[in-house]
């Protein structure tokens, strides 16, 4: 048997998914959180039974990605049972969507979710199962025991015939003759209202050029239907659905910007500096005093601390990995906070608030989930970017998300930065993120300028209500983070720290560098490519070896620099102060280039694998290419304002800032003063008709 899962966003599907089959897949309040139909075995009652969860969609006009997928997996699939979970307090909306797979003619079994305690409706379930033909259960989506009373109706599923009176509204005969006779009996009637809506996917597929023009009476006769649903099968109170007094402050237009930095850099403190930092600390020490000391005491018992044997386990197991291993709470509390701020329902006003400005910079609101998530991992973050309708926009998406400082950066921020910043290291981690966005914004103007303009794009988005999280969710959210970052370390660090080692250890004769003061395979390689980033303040061998060590894990760039330099995360911060170190730092304006660069420098080789698949070769190359540009000349541009700081203090360099500035802005309005009277010489028309005139249009 097979059963699918479909329903609007923010209705508890994936929820249910998870319920159901003991699956750990995403829940957020977005669209696009399911991008693609993804599916699980599980058995009851001597049967396999395989779940099928698809995205979230409103429709099935096929007008988004979500509804081509959905659509196009239930009309290949018309013998699975199909689910539609719909919200309890927002059935007059989510009951759209059950009259079209009522049209399709699925096995469908309706499941009204009790995700809100507090119910503004009150449901005759038996008379709207009555009304609408279709088995109706009420169950919580989240609740383990009511999936046993799900499973036995999906065992036992008989289908009836429904009945939708407004159908006779509709003049479908010419829609029907229309349709090719492999249309099977089942399907005609959803075929034929499509034709009937102009649906330009159908009418293409089956060849009609006829106009039916009948879009809005079916739009107008569903609502009305379900409207007449709504009175004769339940009561509702004089409150809004969602509404909340809070949101007036939050979503102020003068407050809703500067609030949400407030709230992230509350984020970060908590994370990088207060309780991340305390949890960090305690787990180094733990690490140093029951792993890494007892055991190299035992290996260098047994073949002295000069053998190559113990240089790797020390240098490149214990002072490598380890050193991106201390960062595990911070990792986990980041995703954790993220969380928090989405499952509340914020993240989704956040992005209410922000489409108004991405929108004059050819980016839609559904941009921002795609940018928000790349905070966590820039991997998993393009892949959402397909659910777009407009290509370019996808492209544009898909290529900003890497500007956004991903989790595996933050360690970076805080071991450099923290060494020569200290406690002001918290801004310059808030500048990073914000210059990553910033840099991202530019960069989408400058696209939607030449190569990549958007068309307009619909943006529907829905404001859950405010909800409290679970301690529940919140430890699960923690842990399946931890198992996650354990897991890179476990496999991709440590094989990537086992190169850098063997590459930084033995010379291209193969003799033992620490032993030999021969010159290392990488320290040869990294003279090679260093030289071009003088300029950016940090031309030495090993910080240019950690970036390139770094396009396969941004993490790698920490423990590749303590494994140049010979320590664990407790001597790091000062031994890139330690001029006799292989790896440091000349000044604080230097170390402030080196994060700028990590910043925006070249995507990790997954992103990249992800980018090629999703948007193509050649805007990949593209990106890759531009972004490394970018990176240098930026870091090179931070690099000389903070050494000019350093010399002549922030009050002389910010006053020659703005006076520069002020000139230009002047230049740029002198000339199109002077354009503007030129054009308005030849008529007293506006300046776009002036122009229009001058083409001879």
Known sequence: MRVSLIGNPNTGKTTLFNTLTGANEHVGNWHGVTVEEKSRDIFFDGKKIEVVDLPGIYSLSRL???EKVATDYLLSHQNDIVINICDYNNLQRNLYLTLGLIELGVNLIVLVNQIEKKRLRKIDLAKLEKKLGVKVLALDASDKASMQILKNEIVNFKKVKPNLPYLNKFNLKDCVNNL??????????????????????????FNVNEKFNGAEKVAKERYDYIDQLLSDCTQKDNKIYGQSKIDNILLNKFLAVPIFLLILAGVFYLTFFSVGAFLSDCLELLLNKFVSTPFLHVIENWVGSSSWIYGFFENAIFGGVGSVITFLPQVALLFVFLS??????????????????????????????????????STTAILTARNMEDQNAKVKTALLTPYMSCSAKFPIYVCLGGAFFGASNIFVIMGLYILGVVIAVIMSLIFEKTVLKSKEQSFILEFPPYRSVSFKQILK????????????????IIAMNTIIWVLSSFSFSLDYVPSSGAESILQTLGKLFAPMFVPLGFGSWGLVSALIAGLIAKEVIVSSIALFNHVDNW?????????????????????????????????????????????????????????????????MI????ALLIQIFGYAKVMLTVICIFAIIVSIITIIKKIKKKKLCNDCKDCEKSCTKRLKGE
């Open 638 to 641: 931070i690099y000389n304002v």
């Open 477 to 492: 959210v923690f842990f399946e983070n931890c198992k996650m970052f354990l897991v890179r370390v476990g496999t991709l």
């Open 64 to 66: 988004s990605f979500e």
């Open 180 to 205: 090719p006779a492999s249309v099977a009996k089942e399907k005609q009637t959803f075929y034929a209202i499509k034709l009937f809506e102009d649906d330009e996917d159908i009418k293409k597929r």
């Open 571 to 635: 001597q790091l911060s000062s031994s890139i102060k330690d001029t006799s170190s292989a790896v440091f730092f000349t000044s604080g304006a230097s170390v402030l280039s080196y994060l700028v660069f990590c910043l925006l420098y070249f995507p990790c080789l997954a992103s990249v694998g992800v980018l090629s698949k999703e948007i193509g070769k050649k805007w990949t190359i593209f990106g890759a290419i531009s972004q490394f540009v970018i990176a240098y000349f930026v870091a």
């Open 340 to 377: 928090l701020l989405e499952d509340s329902g914020y993240l989704a006003r956040v992005a209410f608030v922000t489409e108004d400005i991405l929108s004059k910079v050819g980016l839609s609101g559904k941009s921002v989930y795609t940018l928000l998530m790349g905070f966590g991992c």
